[in-house]
Structure formats: structure tokens, C-alpha cells
């Protein structure tokens, strides 16, 4: 009974693995069933992207000055240390002269014990080679608003940076929607294409069976044959492009050039809305605008940065020196110092630089009324061309719609012997041409629906 047992988990044990490799090669199947979406092309474009992996670096230097900006307001450590060797050991000349011949004239008497004496002791100051270390630590209280000007610079910098970055993930962005657009209407047109060449490679056939029959002549066998040549001749150029579009894609996601693509289709975009809530959009999350008015914080910033420069500066300051002399009583000195600086004439120059400044805020601030007209023309022409990318889509879909009944008529009275054979001929070209115009009027009209996104910011 054990033994029955066994057997029985181990089949079990088989049927489960069994059953756990099946369902593996199932979901990696499906897995490889679906193409890449557009959401997934961006986020692989996203993570790869070199120019955007710049500018992320870039906000973070930028993050990184606005904390040394903000570093300034606390207390700042130095020491300085130095060793130093002098030619000859520093003395003090100490002159008896005047004192002795005073005594000799007050004493006559002690004059040739006092004639005796020294008139002049050299006494030593200090050492022929010694070290002095100082170390202080300095705290700022009042710098006119320095501080505060360059920490309001840096935000504005780092402001500036993740904007700039912004503006460059939108058009990371809208070029990969691009170019997979790009990618959908070439495919599209590459089996459009293949469609006519399959119609006509079966017109050629009818056409040579007829003409064996004697019911027609050569001559319309072979201007079907031409026919057919001509579409092969554009299926090799459209091939090419197609191909060519896919390295650009790829090229966008940082992938090899001759990477396989598979991509899902597209759907239309919902239809924005009125044209007042689309510019408004664009005012409020264009980063442009944005980058442009935190130019003016900075160049507003640093004119009151330049102005603190003709104001005093104070700060107070705690040290400790230690100073190697065998002359001295003590080495160790503490010390504590309350300091100012104060330039209130500089000849002009920080007046000249805050004028400097203050125009360069004028400039940035009408930089940035002519950025906000350009973007509401940009809106309104992108609004536009989406209302204009439907209107041809539907009649792109009315003229698919009666190409493809003219040629089911032109074929049946072409077999009937009812049409002559040129008619079929163009009404084959004009299906296909339908068929090519309406590719472009979708393509066009899901592309004009981001543009308008990418002219709002939203995208």
C-alpha cells in the first residue's frame, strides 16, 4: 500500500511539472503574440534615452548647488596650519647705555666698576623655526541678503533644470509617437500594396488564359503586365522605406537598427475639446513658460545678490591658536571676534551689476510674453489641423467605401466583356490609391491628436 502510494505522488508530481511547462511555453507564446505598445515604447525610450539621462544628471547638479547655496548659512570650520624656518633666530636688543652713563655721573666713584658692564643684551623673541595653527569657526549674521539671493538663485537653477528636462521628455515623447506612426503607415501601405499586386498578379493570369482563347488580344495581356511591374517597382521603394522607418524607431529606443518590430495598432484619439480650455492648458503646463519665468527669479535674485555687496557684512567668529615660542609664558590662546565688512563705495561697479541684472529680467519677462503668443498660435494651429485630419478621414473612409464597390463592378463587366480593359486598370489604381489615402487621413488624424497634446503639454 506504501508502494502504491509512492507511485502516486510521483505521477502526480510529473503531471503537476508537466502541467507547469505547458502553461510556461502557453504564456510565453501569448507574451510574444502581443506587439509593443506606444506606452511601452515610451518607457523603454525613457529609460534609455542618452540625451535625457544627461539632463536628469544635470538636475542633479543643479539639486546639488541649491544645497551648497543653503550650506552658507551655517558655520564654517577652517584651519590653517603653517611650519616656518627663519635665516637667524629673532633677538631683542636691549641699550644700558644712557642708564649706565647716568650712574657714572650720579656715582663717580663706582665709574671703572660701571665702565665694566655691559652696554647693550641681545634677548631672544622667538624660535629660529617654529609651527603656528589656528582654527577657527566663523558664522555669518547678517550678509545684506546675500545668502538669501543665492539660495533663491539656486532653487531657480534647479527650477530651470527639471523644466529643461521636462521640455525634453516631451519631445522624447512626441518623437517616438512619430516615428511609430511612421512605422504603422508604411506597414500599412507595404500590404496595401501587396493587395493590388496580388489583384493585378491574378488579372495577369485571366488576361494570358483570354488572350489563348483568343478572346482578347495580347496587347491588353501585356499592359497588365506592365501594370503589375509598376506595383512591384513601388512595393520595393515602399519595402525600403518601411525598413528604414523601423531603424529610426529603434534608433529612438537605443536599440540595434535591425531589431524586430512588432507594434499594436493605433485607435483614433478622443476629440479635444473647445479651443479657450486647450489654451488654457497649454498657459498653465507648458514647461517652456515655466523655465522662462524662473530665469527671472534668478535674474531677479542676483540683482539683489549685487546690491548686498554696498551693504556690511557681519559675523562672529570663536578659534583656537597654538603658537611654538619658548619665549612665551603660554602656547594655547583662545579667541572669539565679532566681525564687519563694509564697502559703501566700489566706484559703481555693484550699482552697474544690479542694473545688469535687472535688465536682464526685463528681457527674460517680454522672452516670456512672445513664448506665451507663440504657444497660443501653436495650440490654435494644432487645434485645427485635428479638426481638419477628421474631416479628410471621413471622406478617405467614403471615397475607400465606393472605390471598392467601382471595382467590384469594373471586374465583373471587365470578365462580362462589358468594359474594356483600361477601366479596370484604374479602378484597381484608384481602390489603391483610396486605400493609401485613407492610411494617411488615420495616420494623420491620430498624429494631429498628440501634437495638440504636445502643444498643451499634456502628452
Not at 539660495?151 to 509617437?177: C, F, N, P, S, W
Request: hydrophobic share 40%; aromatic share 6%; proline share 3%.
Amino acid at each position: 500500500m506504501k508502494i502504491q502510494t509512492n507511485d502516486f505522488r510521483r505521477k502526480l508530481y510529473r503531471t503537476i511539472c508537466l502541467g507547469l511547462e505547458i502553461s510556461l511555453c502557453l504564456l510565453m507564446a501569448v507574451g510574444y503574440s502581443f506587439g509593443e505598445t506606444l506606452e511601452q515604447a515610451w518607457e523603454i525610450a525613457i529609460r534609455e534615452n542618452n540625451q535625457l539621462k544627461a539632463k536628469q544628471q544635470i538636475v542633479a547638479a543643479a539639486d546639488a548647488g541649491q544645497d551648497a547655496a543653503h550650506a552658507a548659512r551655517m558655520p564654517k570650520v577652517t584651519n590653517a596650519t603653517s611650519y616656518t624656518v627663519l635665516s637667524s633666530r629673532p633677538e631683542y636688543e636691549l641699550d644700558f647705555s644712557p642708564a649706565l652713563h647716568a650712574a657714572e655721573e650720579r656715582f663717580p666713584d663706582l665709574a671703572p666698576l660701571i665702565q665694566q658692564l655691559p652696554t647693550a643684551v641681545d634677548l631672544p623673541v622667538g624660535n629660529q623655526s617654529f609651527m603656528v595653527s589656528t582654527t577657527q569657526a566663523i558664522l555669518p549674521i547678517y550678509t545684506g541678503g546675500k545668502i538669501t539671493s543665492l539660495i533663491d538663485q539656486a532653487q531657480a537653477r534647479a527650477e530651470q533644470a527639471r523644466y529643461d528636462a521636462h521640455i525634453d521628455l516631451l519631445d522624447l515623447k512626441m518623437g517616438v509617437t512619430e516615428n511609430y506612426l511612421l512605422v504603422l503607415r508604411l506597414n500599412r501601405i507595404v500590404q496595401v500594396l501587396h493587395e493590388t499586386q496580388n489583384e493585378l498578379a491574378e488579372h495577369v493570369q485571366h488576361t494570358e488564359s483570354l488572350v489563348k482563347k483568343g478572346v482578347i488580344t495580347e496587347n491588353i495581356h501585356l499592359a497588365a503586365q506592365v501594370s503589375k511591374a509598376e506595383i512591384d517597382q513601388q512595393i520595393l521603394q515602399a519595402e525600403q522605406g518601411f525598413d528604414l522607418s523601423k531603424s529610426a524607431y529603434n534608433r529612438y529606443l537605443a536599440r540595434p537598427l535591425n531589431t524586430p518590430v512588432n507594434l499594436e495598432p493605433m485607435g483614433l484619439q478622443p476629440l479635444s475639446g473647445d479651443l479657450e480650455i486647450q489654451t488654457q492648458l497649454a498657459l498653465e503646463n507648458r514647461p517652456e513658460l515655466k523655465a522662462l519665468a524662473s530665469k527671472a527669479v534668478e535674474s531677479e535674485a542676483k540683482s539683489r545678490e549685487y546690491r548686498s555687496e554696498r551693504l556690511p557684512n557681519m559675523a562672529v567668529a570663536g578659534g583656537y591658536t597654538y603658537l611654538e615660542n619658548d619665549s612665551l609664558a603660554e602656547n594655547n590662546y583662545a579667541s572669539a571676534s565679532v566681525c564687519m565688512v563694509w564697502t559703501p563705495i566700489d566706484g559703481g561697479v555693484s550699482r552697474s551689476k544690479e542694473r545688469a541684472a535687472m535688465h536682464q529680467m526685463t528681457a527674460v519677462n517680454r522672452m516670456r510674453d512672445e513664448a506665451r503668443s507663440g504657444i497660443e498660435l501653436q495650440v490654435r494651429q494644432a487645434w485645427l489641423n485635428e479638426r481638419e485630419a477628421r474631416g479628410r478621414l471621413e471622406v478617405a473612409r467614403t471615397a475607400v467605401t465606393q472605390a471598392t464597390r467601382n471595382l467590384e463592378i469594373v471586374r465583373k463587366q471587365f470578365e462580362e466583356g462589358v468594359s474594356p480593359h483600361s477601366d479596370y486598370l484604374q479602378s484597381v489604381s484608384l481602390k489603391t490609391q483610396a486605400d493609401v489615402n485613407f492610411t494617411n487621413a488615420l495616420c494623420d488624424a491620430i498624429l494631429a491628436s498628440f501634437k495638440l497634446k504636445r502643444a498643451t503639454g499634456m502628452i
